[in-house]
């Protein structure tokens, strides 16, 4: 088969096709089709329950779809084995909405743990990579040494992103990263991921509700409808006919965001 | 299909070799230098031969392939050299990995944690001793204030007319805590009634002839005042008390009971007293389910090995025990009601937000439970023995 996993040159890391999401006999996804290119940032929109979540999900193989094919790095992952899912798992990176830190160990320990599983690196070399992470998202040094229960929210977003980059992947998900996080946090959040894309060269997949976040850091956006997914920049869509899109571009919110 | 490479290896392995000329050493690093390297480029990087160098460089045009750890390593070979008076006036890299030089840069030099190692002197030892025993009586004056806060609580929710018990709720949990421990605790109280009968006519027999008679004795006393209340306060201790500690738990890490008092609710009330009731109520039921049951099964188990038949074994069972027998059994059973319900709803409200805290107090409030109810259990029989009942 062409497409191997390990093809560096393939500009597109996900390729989803004729995927369909259903719980019971309500359809979420109805065959979606969509592509995130290689060091791209691309933003999914759409109103609540419109399967947002569940398309990140999708795709890092925690929700199991109904049809369709999602290929990530040219690996199919529907019908995978647990070792290739695994070499998968380990080139993307997963930031939770509340970070989900492990609670009974601290930040240091937490960004650890895929490091202690999937590396041999020394316990010294491991304090320093930890130390590395926490500076690349911009967080003391002090608060490796915190438990999760002592954290700000945003904070906590952060330590999750460091333990998302543990490993130093090439996708990163993010699962409404600047949600319930102030206007500031939220615009420094924006800025921490453009420069790590620019230093790390990821490629990010992120679920967003925030318009200030798609204007400073998506490529692209994706706007679920339906059940059918819309693809394009904030100029291309701005112009879309569609009646939600108008609201969501050009309500009052919208409008501040865009202008600014 | 196998066509992704092992976890997390690289393409090119990383190099790192050095050229000396004069007192400059060159420093030249080559292929992916990323994460699934470190371990080894770890141990490569720090044994380097740098000894009378006067000037380093770092080379790493030749690499392929970088990511922060592997950056990470280039700048503490570059850190270390510099500590050790050597000068590093190049440190090259591919044009594209400037912005992640930069990055890990930023941060500059990251001092080794100190693992703080537990000293284990004496004094620390005592010290522990110390905390230890001040934290238990600390708990244990919680709980005492714990204890009257629900008392008094439940007394009002009982006798002021004005305030109404939530009753569904109560009954719900006498249903959880009474209803649905039934087939548990029959079963075992009837296994307890055959083991006694079995065992003590055993013994019983050896003293002399016809004495297996008094097995009869030993069953109704027995049960009737220890066995059925403690078997059925351990099973529900285990069964409900961990049940309360968990549940109430759960609410704390969801910031439930925090939501509930903004509201202005009582939260001992609605969450204590319907659970301590419930079970006070519950209890003494299903211990006087496991009496019945526990002499049954000693009473099949006389008929069926010692010959002595239903009828003979109600007939001396009337003689053996007296009414205060059974009484004294079933007054504990309100008092471990209320030991169990109070343990688990004050460990529950204890917990922490976080997901170790709930399984840990859970626990804790069973092995509480069981450990006051079997302490009271002796008071009571101390107390009896003193009242000559």
Known sequence: MAAPGNDRKDPIAIRIRGLVNA??????????????????????VGGSGTGKSVLLRSIVGLNHPRAGSIKV????????DAEDMRGLQLRWGVLFQD???????????????????????????????????????????????????????????????????ALDPEILFLDEPTSGLDPIAASLFDQLLNDLKKSLGLTVFMVTHDLDSL?????????????????????????????????????????????? | ?????????????????????????????????????????????????????????????????????????????????????????????????????????????????????????????LERIGKGTMHALRQGYDMVGFLGRVTVETTEAILEPRRELPFPAL????????????PIVGLLAFLIGVVIAYQGADQLKKIAAGAEIYTINLLGVSILRELGVLITAIIVAGRSGSAFTAQIGTMRVNEEIDAMQTLGLNTTELLVVTRVLGLVIALPF?????????????????????????????????????????????IKAPVFAFIIGIVGCFEGLRVERNAASVGLLTTRAVVEAIFLVIVFDAGFSILFSKLGI
């Open chain 1, 23 to 44: 719980f019971g006999d309500r359809i979420i996804h109805d065959h979606i089709d969509l592509d995130v290119r290689r060091g791209e940032v691309l933003a999914v």
């Open chain 1, 73 to 80: 790095f040219g690996q199919e992952t529907a019908n995978i």
């Open chain 1, 99 to 165: 970070g989900a830190l492990f609670s009974s160990q601290t930040v240091t320990e937490n960004i650890q743990v895929p490091l202690r599983r999937w590396t041999n690196m020394s316990p010294k070399l491991m304090d320093e990579i930890a130390a590395v992470k926490l500076s690349l998202v911009g967080l003391p040094r002090e608060a490796g040494a915190l438990m999760p229960a002592e954290l700000s929210g945003g904070m906590r977003k952060r330590a999750g992103l460091a333990r998302a980059l």
């Open chain 1, 215 to 260: 204007r400073d850091t998506a490529d692209r956006i994706a706007v679920l409808l339906n059940g059918k997914v819309k693809t394009g920049t904030i100029a291309e869509l701005v112009r879309d006919p569609d009646p939600w899109i108008q609201q969501y571009f050009s309500g009052a919110r919208g409008r501040a965001a865009l202008n600014a």
């Open chain 2, 1 to 125: 299909m196998r066509n992704i490479a092992p976890p997390l290896s690289a393409e090119v392995p990383a190099t790192l070799r050095t050229e000396r000329r004069g007192n400059v050493v060159r420093i030249i690093a080559g292929g992916d230098w990323v994460t699934s390297e470190t371990a080894r480029l770890d141990h490569e990087t720090q044994n380097i031969a740098t000894s009378g160098a006067g000037e380093a460089e770092i080379d790493g045009s030749a690499i392929t392939s970088l990511d922060s750890a592997g950056m990470w390593l280039l700048l503490r070979m570059k850190y270390a050299l510099e500590s050790n008076r050597v000068r590093v006036p190049r440190f090259a890299l591919p044009e594209r990995f400037a912005p992640l030089l930069s990055a890990v840069e930023r941060e500059g030099r990251i001092e080794p944690l100190v693992r703080k190692r537990p000293p284990q002197s004496l004094q620390h030892f």
């Open chain 2, 171 to 182: 009954v719900h949990q006498i249903e959880e805590t009474g209803l649905t421990a039934l």
């Open chain 2, 286 to 330: 299903l211990t006087l389910f496991a009496d019945i049951v526990g002499v049954v099964g000693g009473m099949l188990m006389c008929d069926l090995d010692l010959g002595i038949t239903i009828p003979v074994f109600i007939r001396e069972f009337k003689d053996a025990v007296t009414l205060n027998t059974f009484l004294v059994g079933m």
